[in-house]
């Protein structure tokens, strides 16, 4: 079955630092990848979109890598400020206009 | 800038008891997707409008829930009966007609059911 895997773990990181998240998924070939950011009580915010043929995609202090051979998304907050301490959830769409399917999501904790 | 608006944001109700999610996408966008968020989980999709018609309810457990956008517009969620097992946030997501992939998400409705 279709399995998209984010750590469940929050990460806990001190400001200033690069903070790294992983998206696995299995059983899936997505035409695009994006990465949403989540404040509690909030809807899903979109921040990058990434398609299957590119590698790298960067907004501001934000990367965001794509590896259809490992099946892998990273995503990189580099020098984090505790205003970045949300929920990141990635989400992988098969085609055009179909559904997100959203991996559970990591939580990030920014300490001053 | 245009916002998905949803209402109400909170909802108490007791199980057996009927319960209906308002969402006014953002104007012009053709796609109106509702999706169900259990507590530490992502989204997942519940059903996908284009304009007026059903695109995709595979996950909508239909016995009780139903939705509909009647004038491609607005839509609303139903829930009847509600169980115990349905307390979670309801959220509501938009797209454009083509073009963008972005979703456009609302603040969302968080459910409890006692």
């Known amino acids: 079955s279709q399995k998209i895997e984010q750590n469940s773990e929050a990460l806990n990181i001190q400001e200033g630092k690069t903070a790294t998240l992983t998206c696995n998924y299995t059983?899936?070939?997505?035409?695009?990848l994006q990465w949403y950011r989540q404040d509690p009580g909030r809807g899903p915010v979109f921040l990058l979109l990434?398609?299957?043929?590119?590698k790298e995609k960067r907004k501001e202090r934000l990367k965001v890598t794509f590896d259809t051979t490992l099946k892998q998304s990273l995503f990189h907050i580099t020098a984090s400020q505790p205003a970045d301490s949300a929920t990141y959830l990635c989400?992988?769409?098969?085609?055009?206009?179909?559904?997100?399917?959203f991996g559970g999501g990591t939580r990030v904790l920014v300490k001053p | 800038e245009a916002e998905v608006a949803q209402s109400p944001r909170y909802k108490i109700t007791e199980k057996s008891q009927a319960v209906a999610f308002w969402c006014d996408p953002i104007?012009?966008?053709?796609?109106l997707y509702w999706y169900r968020q259990i507590l530490g989980q992502g989204p997942e999709l519940l059903v996908q409008?284009?304009?007026?018609?059903?695109?995709?309810d595979s996950q909508l457990p239909k016995d009780r829930f139903s939705a509909e956008r009647l004038k491609g517009v607005d839509s609303t969620l139903k829930i009847q009966p509600a169980e115990l097992g349905d307390s979670a946030m309801y959220l509501c997501?938009?797209?454009?007609?083509?073009?963008?992939?972005?979703?456009?998400f609302g603040p969302g409705t968080r459910l409890l059911v006692l």
């Open positions: 990434i398609r299957e043929n590119e």
């Open positions: 989400a992988l769409v098969k085609a055009a206009g179909n559904k997100l399917t």
């Open positions: 409008f284009q304009d007026e018609s059903v695109v995709d």
């Open positions: 059983n899936y070939s997505p035409a695009y």
């Open positions: 104007s012009g966008h053709a796609t």
């Open positions: 997501a938009s797209r454009p007609r083509s073009g963008e992939e972005t979703q456009y």
